[in-house]
């Protein structure tokens, strides 16, 4: 057994309900530390022969791949090769054991390694939340590959505006507690869910040790100048104010406390290529949840020349 990280049973995930979608998984050259060569990260990789190009979904904290179910058929409808990846201590990746993984750097040379091992290109990349803190600083090292992007409820480090005290309040939260009953969690800020949903969001967790990173990654978040990931989010600030994708979208939920409106608008007139925070009103923080009601509307716009 390595003294590093766990692997996560498939066992957790026999009874999650309308989500066929196969598990692959990518072993080893991940821009990791050494002691993390065997590390294995967990993707969804759906219509490997899509002709619009790549979808690759990023979610956030503390949620998976899972958070896409509702718009990874709209993906595949409209002709996209969907690839949903799980971040490394989240959904059916391996579960970090020590703390000291839990950096910026790590979390972002894993997902550009995994965008270069696949050799991913033609990519509009939807994020949320800590998907999106990451997310928004990849397309400055190779612009050239990325179309767009469909951002839901994030925040670039702090760079243009300070989070909200709800934000603070919610890291400090994670710190603080051991063993984060994710489930109680999803059911009270997303009242649309069913039990079996909000069991398939706990689903990854079953074991105490697996539970660091909802810890950790919180933890991590880019507060001031002296944090590991400030000087990264500042350069890709400074880049998105000289530069833009073909597409970038900004979706925010006008019920969510952590990452408000306000903040969202702030970022949107920066990143965003029709200048406008698209809102969406009945949504809390977990905007994707409500993909069914607005996924077919978002993805005619998406494809728009």
């Known amino acids: ?38 590390f294995k990260i967990s993707y969804i990789d759906e219509n490997n022969n899509g002709k619009r190009g790549v979808l690759l979904f990023i979610h956030g904290h503390p949620t998976w791949s899972y958070l896409w179910r509702h718009l990874i058929p709209f993906g595949i409808k409209y002709d996209y090769r969907v ?28 997902i550009l390694s995994f965008i270069k091992n696949l050799s991913l290109k033609n990519i509009t990349l ?41 934000y603070k309040s919610w890291i400090n939260t994670n710190i603080e507690t051991e063993e984060l009953n994710i489930r109680a969690l999803m059911a009270r800020t997303n009242r649309i869910l069913n039990l079996s949903e909000c069991n398939a969001y706990e689903a990854p967790f079953s074991e105490k040790k697996q539970k ?7 933890s991590i978040f880019p507060t001031n100048s002296d944090m590991d990931g400030y000087d990264i989010c500042n350069k890709a600030l400074n880049w998105w104010e000289e530069n833009s994708l073909s597409k970038v979208l900004v979706i925010g939920g006008g019920r969510d406390p952590l990452i408000t409106l306000e903040k969202m608008k702030v970022l949107s007139n920066i990143i965003s290529t029709d200048e406008q925070t698209h809102v969406i009103n009945n949504a809390g923080h977990f905007v994707p949840e409500w993909g069914m009601e607005f996924g077919e509307e978002l993805f005619e716009q998406l494809i728009l020349e």
Not at 141 to 165: C, H, M, P, R, W
């Open 126 to 166: 939807f994020l949320h939340e800590w998907g999106g803190t990451l997310g928004l600083t990849l397309p400055m090292d190779q612009k050239n590959i990325y179309n767009g992007i469909v951002l839901f409820n994030a925040y670039l480090g702090t760079s243009i505006s300070n989070i909200t005290e709800g």
């Open 83 to 110: 690839i949903c990846i799980d971040l490394p201590g989240f959904g059916r990746s391996d579960k970090p054991l020590k703390k000291d993984f839990f950096n910026f750097v790590n979390y972002r040379n894993v």
């Open 1 to 38: 057994m390595n003294k590093n990280f766990v692997e996560t049973s498939e066992d957790c995930f026999k009874n999650i309900e309308d989500f066929p979608y196969k598990a692959n998984y990518m072993k080893g050259n991940l821009g990791l530390p050494k002691e993390y060569d065997n």
């Open 212 to 218: 660091l990173s909802l810890r950790m990654l919180p």
